[in-house]
């Protein structure tokens, strides 16, 4: 026999469930103020990318004319955003794994408290910390010669295309964070969000790849939305590409989030 | 199940075919301490974490508060507080944030919840650290934390999950204390430890669970005059002495090379007066007189078929 848990769920709860989820919002905030080193990774790893490519690789990297005759970096920084989604998340999952591993969670499972405010909180804190780290980074990216769009509707668009692909890295992430046993656990999602971006469009043109690797790189979601976010970021056509890439985003974002939530509901080991 | 804070009947329990709970049938009364003794691998911890809705079960019932605990969780868990084994305090945040988070969770009006972190971290001895993190305290003091946030909500019904493991004696004094506190108020507290003196201490009822079922339930004098072993030690200078009074006190077990005998009895004060009256009458004189009255010790040995310390004597 099997005793059914969780059959019933008080009708109160709406305005509790919101109320809870900002509470833990505000937790998440004074982690991430004070933990700043997590948060100077996140921006540091991007930003040290940035200088590698520009720097390093840059000259040797072709990747065809740029609109307005920019350079490399024009081409670059809608990778190196990804990156920083990237970095951002891999984050929270060692947050979430935080919690899980320290048993703060298990408390928060014994009270009568919204059951996924704590895993909200983590998802809304990622991705608003991911947002501030992206504008950085865009800061820097401009003093080293960067040429962005200057309409502010395309920059609204950028900033809703990052939102929405940290939002669903960001519920992937708490999924991860929640299966692994250790911090160690998280490492393969670490490694998938900062390996995938060189296996797409982030830092050279697909046509330079192997044939095997350009026809993953065509397929694999990351390389929509980079080309996205680079035609919004570079003035360039986009309209199709955008409606692919929010859909990419929207797919990761509720995959991410049934995982998230199912992990959850299992009995705590 | 007006009057049982805690109820359970036939609970089972089994984790990937091992059978953790056999059948656990109890009753708490509220406003009692009841103490779930046994060994480490037990099944203490199952039970709390049962009781506390953070697993299931596979039969039985339970019943925590008047709620099923398998129905209306979130019934339960408005009226329970749980500190477990290991802290679940948020190590990032400070003491006094780690219970101004319980005090939002609870939906504490602004005003009300910080009277109680205030208070609560007076009584818990923590004011002073109250602005460190959480990280930087001792293990008495995190433990103290945790307790202090359970208590943020005015739980009915506290489970705590081996309070005292790990804490050096004096931090283990002030945990009972504090626990005492709490039974004053009311409250219910269904306690787990593996040190009997603890339960004896604390617990209005004990019960000793031993592979998945419970063994013995009672008040801790209840448990002990269920199991022989008290006895008075006498000890004398020579055997001549020691023949004298194995004649006089029939039914005594003599110990040859130790010169000592042991009578059966309580060790109380007539007996010990009727005993010594009856030797010195016949002019024996006793070197050594020991009292042994059986403790929880013995119960739990007893019962729990671990070698006894009588067998190992």
């Known amino acids: ?269 | 199940m007006t009057t049982s804070a805690i109820a359970l009947r036939g609970l089972r329990k089994s984790f990937g075919g091992k059978v953790v709970l056999d059948g656990i049938d109890l009753d708490v009364r509220e406003g009692t301490t009841f103490s779930l003794l046994g060994p480490n691998g037990a099944g203490k911890t199952t039970v709390v974490r049962i009781l506390s809705t953070l697993i299931g079960f596979d039969g039985g019932q339970a019943h925590v508060g008047g709620h099923d605990v398998a129905r209306e969780p979130d019934a339960v868990r408005a009226a329970i507080g749980v500190t477990g084994q290991f802290s679940a305090v948020d190590n990032l945040l400070t003491g006094a944030e780690n219970l101004i988070l319980m005090a939002d969770l609870h939906h504490l009006p602004r005003a009300e919840g910080r009277g109680r972190v205030a208070d609560l971290l007076d009584r818990f001895d923590l004011t002073e650290a109250a602005g460190r993190p959480a990280s930087t305290y001792s293990g008495g003091m995190r433990r103290r934390l945790d307790l202090a946030m359970t208590l943020v909500g005015d739980p009915r019904v506290i489970f705590l999950d081996e309070p005292t493991t790990g804490l050096d004696p004096r931090g283990r004094r002030l945990m009972w204390e504090i626990i005492r506190g709490l039974v004053a108020g009311g409250v219910t507290i269904f306690l787990t430890t593996q040190y009997l003196a603890e339960a004896d201490e604390l617990a209005d009822r004990i019960a000793l669970l031993d592979n998945g079922k419970l063994v013995a339930e009672g008040t801790a004098d209840e448990l002990r005059r269920g199991i022989p072993g008290g006895h008075m030690r006498l000890r004398f200078a020579d055997t001549a002495r020691l023949d004298a009074a194995a004649r006089v006190l029939g039914g005594a077990t003599r110990d040859d090379e130790a010169l000592t005998l042991q009578v059966p009895g309580d060790g109380g004060v007539p007996a010990l007066r009727t005993l010594l009256d009856r030797l010195e009458r016949n002019g024996i004189e006793v070197d050594e007189l020991s009292v042994h009255t059986p403790d929880l010790d013995d119960v739990f040995f007893a019962l729990t078929g671990s070698p006894t310390k009588e067998a190992a004597r």
């Open chain 1, 1 to 269: 026999m099997s005793v059914a848990r969780e059959t019933i769920r008080p009708a109160r709860r709406r305005g509790v469930v919101a109320s809870d989820a900002v509470t833990m919002l505000r937790r998440n905030a004074k982690h991430t103020l004070r933990n700043p080193g997590a948060v100077i990774m996140t921006i540091a790893m991007p930003v040290l990318l940035l200088l590698l490519f520009v720097g390093v690789f840059g000259g040797a990297l072709n990747v065809g004319p740029m609109p307005r005759g920019g350079g490399y970096i024009d081409y670059l920084v809608a990778g190196i955003l990804l990156m920083t989604v990237g970095y951002g998340s891999s984050t929270t999952a060692l947050a979430v794994n935080r919690d899980m591993t320290e048993g703060v969670i298990n408390r928060f499972r014994t009270m009568a408290i919204s059951r996924t405010a704590v895993l909200t909180g983590h998802v809304v804190g990622s991705t608003v910390r991911t947002l501030v780290g992206a504008g950085l980074v865009v800061g820097v990216a401009v003093l080293l010669g960067f040429h962005p769009t200057g309409d502010p509707v395309r920059w609204l668009a950028v900033a809703g295309l990052l939102a929405l692909l940290a939002f669903a890295l960001a519920w992937l992430a708490v999924a991860v964070g929640l299966l692994a046993r250790t911090a160690e656990g998280t490492s393969p999602f670490v490694l998938v969000v900062q390996v995938l971006p060189f296996l797409s469009s982030a830092f050279v043109s697909p046509d330079t790849m192997s044939p095997a690797v350009r026809w993953f790189a065509e397929h694999e979601p990351f390389t929509p939305v980079t080309d996205a976010l680079r035609g919004l970021l570079l003035d360039t056509p986009v309209e199709d590409g955008v409606v692919v890439a929010v859909a990419w985003c929207a797919g990761l974002a509720v995959a991410g989030y049934l995982w998230a939530r199912a992990l959850f509901r299992r009995d705590p080991r």
